[in-house]
């Protein structure tokens, strides 16, 4: 049977991080200004090659690939900032949901009995209370999911990031679009209030054109979102610059997929599409995928991902002890002393 769109996607995806990030190793996202002020600076190549795997694989809304690109996106840049492998969701390999103390316990075991549990987690997208394809967070009133998470048992939810993306009938999808997050900002915000929660919504660029009042409009209400005291700590905006050629067909009746879920949900919905992006396709090539741009000169700077990831890494960091987050930590100040 031949595999989903998510699971193709998973393949790409996890190559081109791969390619990004070799064995592991990130970048520093760190630079120090002129004034001496701390820049985080975005991978955005790499965003733009996660971009372009939706529009490679013509994969509708439905499917839920185009958002996933930049859940992908951001977990990949909170390593670069220095947080752990498995805190982060989702993860750069399958499960991408994988609390880190179990992965701290499957490390610890003999090497043999370490292969055969490595092999039947790894198997498997959804492992009932250990592992699953997508995290579902309990709010005030009503568990949600959320698509890019830090956590830990020790610490609970440290960030929590909701992404969106709008790429036609925009004064159509807006309005709904905004009042979803809304609503989810404040049950989230409500019980974790300590956690940094943010919102990134990917749009396409040719909204300027084709209707220039609903971006001033979606503008606004995207920055307001991070100025309310219980809303978010911070919100985001991807204007994508991409050719009609490489589109898939858009459902012009867009809507969120997830909505409210109950318990359990959440290890229901794909539970075979990362289990089917297999590790052993890693070595193959990224085939040419179509050209993305992003638009950072033309995106508000309040709402840039630069100014989205300092906000969330450095309000984590000012809710942790300085003996958490060492290597987090740590990058800040040697992009600090390699400018000085």
């Known amino acids: 049977m031949a595999d989903s769109t998510k699971s193709q996607a998973w393949v790409l995806f996890d190559r081109i991080v791969s390619e990004a990030a070799p064995d592991g190793a990130h970048t520093n996202p760190w630079s120090n200004s002129a004034n001496g002020e701390l820049l985080f600076e975005p991978d955005y190549a790499t965003l733009e090659r996660l971009l372009g795997v939706p529009l490679y694989l013509k994969a509708n809304t439905q499917s839920g690939v185009p958002a996933l690109a930049l859940d992908v996106w951001l977990s990949y840049e909170l390593r670069r900032a220095g947080f752990d492998r498995d805190q982060v969701w989702p993860r750069p390999a399958n499960p991408r949901i994988l609390p880190a103390p179990v992965a701290s316990l499957i490390q610890s075991l003999p090497m043999k009995l370490r292969e055969q549990i490595a092999q039947r987690v790894e198997s498997k997208s959804s492992i009932t209370g250990v592992t699953s394809s997508s995290a579902a967070i309990l709010g005030k009133n009503y568990l949600k999911q959320v698509d890019v998470i830090m956590t830990d048992w020790a610490t609970g939810p440290e960030i929590l990031i909701s992404t969106k993306r709008m790429d036609s009938s925009y004064?159509?999808?807006?309005?709904?679009?905004?009042?979803?997050?809304?609503?989810?900002?404040?049950?989230?915000?409500?019980?974790?209030?300590?956690?940094?929660?943010?919102?990134?919504?990917?749009?396409?660029?040719?909204?300027?054109?084709?209707?220039?009042?609903?971006?001033?409009?979606?503008?606004?209400?995207?920055?307001?979102?991070?100025?309310?005291?219980?809303?978010?700590?911070?919100?985001?905006?991807?204007?994508?610059?991409?050719?009609?050629?490489?589109?898939?067909?858009?459902?012009?009746?867009?809507?969120?997929?997830?909505?409210?879920?109950?318990?359990?949900?959440?290890?229901?919905?794909?539970?075979?599409?990362?289990?089917?992006?297999?590790?052993?396709?890693?070595?193959?090539?990224?085939?040419?995928?179509?050209?993305?741009?992003?638009?950072?000169?033309?995106?508000?700077?309040?709402?840039?991902?630069?100014?989205?990831?300092?906000?969330?890494?450095?309000?984590?960091?000012?809710?942790?002890?300085?003996?958490?987050?060492?290597?987090?930590?740590?990058?800040?100040?040697?992009?600090?002393?390699?400018?000085?």
């Not at 905004?178 to 989810?184: M, P």
């Not at 100025?227 to 050629?245: F, N, R, S, V």
């Not at 100014?307 to 987050?325: D, I, K």
Request: net charge negative.
């Open 171 to 340: 004064g159509k999808n807006a309005p709904n679009r905004i009042e979803e997050s809304y609503g989810d900002a404040k049950n989230l915000r409500l019980r974790h209030p300590l956690a940094a929660l943010g919102f990134m919504f990917g749009l396409r660029s040719d909204i300027l054109q084709k209707e220039p009042r609903t971006a001033d409009w979606l503008f606004d209400l995207l920055a307001k979102l991070g100025q309310e005291d219980d809303a978010y700590h911070a919100t985001c905006l991807i204007l994508m610059q991409y050719d009609d050629d490489g589109a898939a067909p858009v459902d012009e009746t867009e809507s969120d997929p997830e909505g409210i879920l109950e318990p359990g949900a959440e290890a229901l919905a794909d539970e075979d599409d990362s289990a089917a992006a297999s590790t052993s396709d890693q070595d193959q090539s990224v085939p040419e995928l179509p050209k993305v741009t992003i638009l950072a000169d033309l995106t508000p700077p309040n709402l840039s991902p630069s100014c989205f990831l300092n906000a969330m890494v450095t309000r984590v960091l000012g809710a942790t002890p300085v003996n958490m987050h060492e290597q987090a930590r740590q990058r800040r100040v040697d992009a600090v002393q390699w400018t000085t």
